[in-house]
């Protein structure tokens, strides 16, 4: 496996990979219709923070350095009830450790990028940049350009939502009362659903619902995302070679 200058895999033909620039833009657009589910979280986010007793500039730091939704709002709320610094950084951790599994399945892609490149990869990985990612490197024509073009997109319209939370404040209506609020999940199960090509892949997302779902109504807190995930990928790096083998 060889890669580009820049950490830049290149591929055997696809037509982006002409040029960084376009292969960036070309990940950057098709991340786009995201927006619409990304910007109304972004603004409530903001003016959950401010009701939690954050200020301004302090919202808006976390969105430029945390850039995770469910561990901001989750900080947010914690703060509000005033926990211990401790307790809040362990607990959006917690919710956080899924990234691994995500940074760990993209990793085959990007084993000639620099670690300079990786690390600011994996800062601004999320759910659904990965899926829009990880679709083109199963077709042949991915990159770390497209990828980063990718995460970029998500990063630049939650900086701009949360900025326009604080400067809109109340006058944002809650996503979660017209059912927005499933928006980012059923987005991510939408982009996830084609990638599963084989059997291994498609048993592995089964067991990893089923898991999660018995998780979440049997056990506290969050840990059960995690343990449904690393699970389910147990089981298919242990099935992988038998199945590839035909037995």
Do not use: C
Not at 10 to 24: I, K, S
Not at 153 to 175: C, K
Not at 200 to 223: D, K, Q
């Amino acid at each position: 496996m060889t890669s580009e200058p820049l950490g830049v895999q290149a591929q055997p033909h696809p037509p982006e990979a002409h040029g960084r620039a376009d292969t960036f833009r070309a990940g950057f657009l098709a991340t786009m219709p995201l927006w619409l589910g990304a910007a109304p979280f972004g603004a409530i986010y903001a003016v959950s923070a401010l009701a939690a007793g954050l200020t301004p500039a302090q919202t808006l730091a976390m969105s430029l350095i945390v850039f995770a939704g469910a561990s901001q709002f989750t900080a947010a709320g914690l703060f509000a009830a005033g926990a211990a610094p401790l307790a809040i950084v362990v607990t959006t951790l917690i919710i956080n450790a899924r990234h691994a599994l995500l940074a760990a399945s993209l990793a085959p892609y990007v084993r000639g990028a620099r670690p300079a490149a990786k690390a600011a990869l994996a800062f601004q990985l999320t759910d659904e940049s990965y899926a829009i990612g990880m679709r083109r490197f199963l077709e042949g024509g991915g990159s770390m350009a497209y990828q980063f073009g990718s995460n970029i997109s998500l990063y630049v319209i939650w900086q701009s939502s949360t900025l326009a939370g604080i400067l809109l404040g109340a006058q944002i209506p809650d996503p979660a009362a017209y059912g927005l609020d499933l928006v980012f999940p059923l987005t991510f199960i939408g982009l996830l659903v084609p990638l599963l090509r084989d059997r291994v892949s498609g048993a592995v997302a089964a067991l990893a619902a089923l898991l999660a779902v018995a998780g979440a109504m049997l056990l506290p807190g969050s840990w059960y995302l995690l343990l449904a995930g690393i699970l389910a990928s147990g089981l298919g790096a242990l099935l992988s070679p038998r199945w590839r083998r035909g037995g």
